[in-house]
T-cell receptor
Framework: DSGVTQTPKHLITATGQRVTLRCSPR?????VYWYQQSLDQGLQFLIQ???????AKGNILERFSAQQFPDLHSELNLSSLELGDSALYFC????????????FGPGTRLTVT | AQSVTQPDIHITVSEGASLELRCNYSYGATPYLFWYVQSPGQGLQLLLKYFSGDTLVQGIKGFEAEFKRSQSSFNLRKPSVHWSDAAEYFC???????????????FGQGTILTVHP
C-alpha cells in the first residue's frame, strides 16, 4: 500500500459525458501528479500540482483539467469524453519535486462507451 | 524533447537466471533516470534512481542499474531472478522545468518480464 488513494476504482460512462477522478496523497506529501496509461500511448504524464499550484504540465488535453485543494487532495476532471479517453488514470504523490520518489495510487480505470 | 526507448517489449527468463533490461534515453544533458516496476493491477513502484555521482546505483529487491553516458543507457540488472519479479518494468527520464525543482517524467513503453520456474 503506497498510501495514495484514488476513487473510484472503476468508472464506466458514455461519450460526451464529464467525470471527476479523485486522489488523496500520502500524508506529508505536497505534490500530486496525474498520469494516463493506455495501450496505444503508454504511460504519459499529464500534470503536477505542488501545494495547490500547478508546477509542470505534460500532454494534457484542453478537455481535461485538474486542481489541488487546500487539504492537498486533487481532482482530475475529464469532459466531452471520447472513446480514446478510455485508460487507466494514476495519481502519484511526492514530497516536492522531480528528485523525490513518487508514490503511485492503484489507479482509476475509465471506460468510455 | 526527451525520449526513452526500451527495446525489449517482452523478456522471458528462468528463475535463478540473471536479468538485464535495456533502456536508452535521448536528452541533451544528464537527466534524472528512474526504473519503476508495475505488478498486474497495481500502481508503479520505484526501484531505483540516478541523479549524479556513482554511475552504478543500487535499488530495492536486489536490483541495480548502471548509467553509461557514452551510450545514453541506463540498464537494469539483477543477478538472480525470482518468480515474484514477474511484472512490467518502466524506465523513465525526468527533466526539470527551467531552474525549478519541478518537471515531468517521460516513460518508456515498458518491458514485460515473465519468469519460468
Amino acid at each position: 500500500d503506497s498510501g495514495v488513494t484514488q476513487t473510484p476504482k472503476h468508472l464506466i460512462t458514455a461519450t460526451g459525458q464529464r467525470v471527476t477522478l479523485r486522489c488523496s496523497p500520502r500524508s506529508g506529501d505536497l505534490s500530486v501528479y496525474w498520469y494516463q496509461q493506455s495501450l496505444d500511448q503508454g504511460l504519459q504524464f499529464l500534470i503536477q500540482y505542488y501545494n495547490g499550484e500547478e508546477r509542470a504540465k505534460g500532454n494534457i488535453l484542453e478537455r481535461f483539467s485538474a486542481q489541488q485543494f487546500p487539504d492537498l487532495h486533487s481532482e482530475l476532471n475529464l469532459s466531452s469524453l471520447e472513446l480514446g479517453d478510455s485508460a487507466l488514470y494514476f495519481c502519484a504523490s511526492s514530497v516536492m519535486g522531480l528528485a523525490d520518489e513518487q508514490y503511485f495510487g492503484p489507479g482509476t480505470r475509465l471506460t468510455v462507451t | 524533447a526527451q525520449s526513452v526507448t526500451q527495446p525489449d517489449i517482452h523478456i522471458t527468463v528462468s528463475e535463478g537466471a540473471s536479468l538485464e533490461l535495456r533502456c536508452n534515453y535521448s536528452y541533451g544533458a544528464t537527466p534524472y533516470l528512474f526504473w519503476y516496476v508495475q505488478s498486474p493491477g497495481q500502481g508503479l513502484q520505484l526501484l531505483l534512481k540516478y541523479f549524479s555521482g556513482d554511475t552504478l546505483v543500487q535499488g530495492i529487491k536486489g536490483f541495480e542499474a548502471e548509467f553509461k553516458r557514452s551510450q545514453s543507457s541506463f540498464n537494469l540488472r539483477k543477478p538472480s531472478v525470482h518468480w515474484s519479479d514477474a511484472a512490467e518494468y518502466f524506465c523513465a527520464v525526468g527533466v526539470k522545468a527551467g531552474g525549478t525543482s519541478y518537471g515531468k517524467l517521460t516513460f518508456g513503453q515498458g518491458t514485460i518480464l515473465t519468469v519460468h520456474p
